[in-house]
C-alpha cells in the first residue's frame, strides 16, 4: 500500500486494522542474479536502487539478525557534506540531493531535517581551513556559508562565548545539513526495495563464498547454498571478517565509536554543532534527547561498546562548548563498530574475483552517505562501471598512492 | 581497560597510546627486491581479527616503554602484556 495522509486518516477512522507488514518475510530461493550481504542502509539502498534505477531483477538482501540492527541504528543522524577533496565532494553532495528527495521517492517518512550544520571556528589557522574547505565545498556545488562570531552568537547564543583558550571566532555553516530518522531510512528502503521485488532475508548468516576458478558462484549461509551471479559485500564494520572468507585482508581496522543521548528536553538546540576545537558533535532529536558523540576508542575492537575515558572526554568537549548541558542528564551510551580504512576514506570497488563486489571503509562517515553508496554501488554492480561520483573509491589507491586522506594523516586508522 | 605493565604492574590504558597491529615491528627491507608489495602489505592491509589480537601500545605518559599487548577485541580482555623489546628480539629483529 502507499502511504499518504489519505491512508492515515482512513486507518485514523477505521480502528487501524488495514495497516500491513511494511515488507515480506521470503524463504530463499537457490539462485539470484544478485545477492547484497548486509542488511544495513547501505545494504538495503544498494537493493533498492538496483531494482528502481538500474531495473535489475532477482535481488535478495541477506541479513545476518535483522535489517537496521546495526549501525544505521547507532549513528548520531548527521547528514551533511561539507569535504574538501576532489574525490570525496561530488560523492556527499550527491548523496545530500538524494537525501532531499527521498522520502518523496520511496513513500517512506524519513524525518529528514534539513535543519544545517554549523563548524565552530576557535582559531585564525581553523579559519583559513574552513574557509578552503568551504570555498571547495561550493566549486562542487555545495552550499557553504562563514558566519562570524556575532552571527554565531545570534544563532547558538547559549554557547561559551568566554572561553579563553578555545574562543568561538566564527563557523562554517551548511544550511542543507541537518538530520535524519535513522531507523527510518533502512525500514524506507527495505520496504520500497520490497515492493519491487527484493527478497530481503533476515536470519540468515552468510559462512563462506563459494569460489570456483577466480569466480564467486554463491554464498554459504546459514539457511544453505544460495548462488548469485554477483554478489555485493556492504557489511560494514564487519568488513574485515567477511572478507577474510574470500581469502582477503583489507586496508582497513574495526574500531568502536560511542555515542549518546540525554534525557528529552524542550527545543534548545535549533541544528547540529560540531566543537572545532576538541572532537564533539551534538544535535537535538525531535523526541527531545541531544544526540552527541566524539572521538572512537582509538584500540581495535568488534565489541559494540567502548570505555570511560572516551565518555568522560566527550562530556568534557561538551561541556566547554555548551556549558548549559552540565545539569542535563545522560540516557544512554552506546557504541558501534567502524570499518576504519587507511585513509578515512570509503572503498566501493571490484574485487580481483569475478562477481565479488565490496562496498565498506566507511569510517564513521558512514550514515549520511547512504544513498549515494547505495546508488553508486547499485551502478557498479548493475553496469561493470564505477559512478561517476565513485571513481576515486578504489581498492588500488594505496598501491597507486592515491589516498584521500580528508585530515592528512597518514596510513593510521584511529587518527582519521 | 588496565594494562599490567611487566615492568610497572598494573597502569590505566589511557596512559598508553595505541599504534595497532603487532605486525608493524616487522618492518620490511627497502632495499629488497619486493619492497613495494612488501610495504603495501606492512603499511596498508590488515588481519584485523574478532577475538587474539596481539598489537602494539606505547606507554607515552609513563616509562615510554613499547608493550605488546594480547587483547581479545570482542570483550577487550587483555590476555597477556609482554616488552615489545623482547617480542622483537625473539623474531629476530635486533642484532
Same mark, same amino acid.
Request: a neutral charge; aromatic letters at 14%; proline letters at 2%.
Given at each position: 500500500m502507499r502511504y499518504s495522509g489519505f491512508s492515515v486518516i482512513k486507518e485514523a477512522l477505521t480502528g487501524h486494522k488495514g495497516w500491513r507488514p511494511a515488507w515480506r518475510e521470503p524463504d530463499p530461493q537457490p539462485h539470484y542474479d544478485i545477492v547484497i550481504i548486509g542488511g544495513g542502509g547501505h545494504g538495503l539502498a544498494t537493493a533498492y536502487y538496483l531494482a528502481?534505477?538500474?531495473? #535489475?531483477?532477482?535481488? +535478495?538482501?541477506? !541479513?545476518?539478525?535483522?535489517?537496521?540492527?546495526?549501525?544505521?541504528?547507532?549513528?548520531?543522524?548527521?547528514?551533511?557534506?561539507?569535504?574538501? &577533496?576532489?574525490?570525496?565532494?561530488?560523492?556527499?553532495?550527491?548523496? &545530500?540531493?538524494?537525501?532531499?528527495?527521498? !522520502? #518523496?521517492?520511496?513513500?517512506?517518512? +524519513?524525518?529528514?531535517?534539513?535543519?544545517?550544520?554549523?563548524?565552530l571556528i576557535h582559531s585564525d589557522a581553523q579559519r583559513d581551513a574552513f574557509i578552503r574547505r568551504g570555498n571547495a565545498m561550493i566549486l562542487n556545488g555545495a552550499d557553504a556559508e562563514l558566519l562570524s562570531r556575532d552571527q554565531v552568537r545570534r544563532e547558538y547564543p547559549f554557547l561559551n562565548f568566554n572561553d579563553a583558550r578555545f574562543p568561538i571566532q566564527g563557523g562554517l555553516a551548511q544550511r542543507r545539513g541537518g538530520t535524519v530518522r535513522h531507523d527510518a531510512v533502512a525500514w524506507g528502503y527495505a520496504r520500497g526495495a520490497d515492493q519491487l521485488g527484493v527478497d530481503i532475508i533476515q536470519n540468515c548468516e552468510v559462512t563462506g563464498f563459494r569460489i570456483e576458478n577466480g569466480k564467486c558462484m554463491g554464498v554459504e549461509t546459514s539457511r544453505g547454498f544460495i548462488g548469485a551471479g554477483k554478489v555485493g559485500v556492504a557489511v560494514a564494520g564487519s568488513s574485515s571478517r567477511v572478507m577474510a572468507m574470500a581469502g582477503m585482508r583489507l586496508p582497513i581496522e574495526s574500531h568502536v565509536l560511542q555515542a549518546f543521548v540525554t534525557e528529552g528536553l524542550k527545543p534548545v538546540l535549533p541544528g547540529v554543532i560540531t566543537f572545532g576545537a576538541g572532537h564533539f558533535y551534538c544535535s537535538q532529536s525531535d523526541k527531545g534527547g541531544l544526540v552527541f558523540g566524539g572521538d572512537?576508542?582509538?584500540?581495535?575492537?568488534? +565489541?559494540?561498546?567502548?570505555? &570511560?575515558?572516551v565518555i568522560e572526554d566527550v562530556a568534557e568537549g561538551g561541556m566547554a562548548l555548551f556549558p548549559g548541558l552540565g545539569r542535563v542528564r545522560l540516557l544512554r551510551v552506546w557504541g558501534g563498530i567502524m570499518d576504519m580504512s587507511m585513509d578515512g576514506s570509503p572503498i566501493i570497488d571490484r574485487t580481483h574475483i569475478d562477481g565479488l563486489y565490496f562496498n565498506g571503509g566507511w569510517c564513521y562517515g558512514g550514515f549520511k552517505a547512504t544513498p549515494a553508496s547505495g546508488w553508486c554501488f547499485a551502478h557498479l554492480l548493475a553496469t561493470d562501471q564505477p559512478h561517476p561520483t565513485a571513481t576515486a573509491y578504489r581498492f588500488d589507491r594505496f598501491e597507486r598512492g592515491y589516498m584521500i586522506d580528508e585530515k592528512g594523516m597518514g596510513a593510521q586508522p584511529n587518527l582519521h | 581497560m588496565i594494562i599490567n605493565h611487566p615492568l610497572l604492574g598494573p597502569c590505566d590504558a589511557q596512559e598508553f597510546v595505541y599504534k595497532g597491529d603487532l605486525r608493524l615491528i616487522d618492518r620490511p627491507d627497502g632495499m629488497a627486491e619486493s619492497a613495494e608489495a612488501a610495504f603495501l602489505d606492512y603499511l596498508y592491509l590488515r588481519e584485523n581479527p574478532a577475538g587474539a589480537h596481539r598489537e602494539l601500545w606505547f606507554h607515552e605518559q609513563g616509562d615510554r616503554s613499547w608493550l605488546v599487548v594480547t587483547r581479545n577485541t570482542v570483550t577487550h580482555e587483555i590476555l597477556k602484556v609482554e616488552l615489545a623489546r623482547d617480542v622483537a628480539r625473539s623474531m629476530g629483529r635486533s642484532r
Open positions: 528502481k534505477e538500474f531495473r #535489475q531483477h532477482r535481488i +535478495a538482501v541477506l !541479513e545476518k539478525g535483522w535489517i537496521g540492527g546495526g549501525n544505521v541504528g547507532r549513528n548520531t543522524t548527521i547528514i551533511r557534506s561539507n569535504y574538501m &577533496l576532489d574525490g570525496n565532494e561530488p560523492f556527499y553532495e550527491f548523496s &545530500l540531493k538524494l537525501w532531499e528527495g527521498l !522520502e #518523496q521517492d520511496f513513500n517512506y517518512n +524519513a524525518m529528514v531535517s534539513q535543519r544545517g550544520i554549523l563548524n572512537i576508542d582509538g584500540y581495535n575492537s568488534y +565489541a559494540q561498546r567502548g570505555n &570511560l575515558p | -
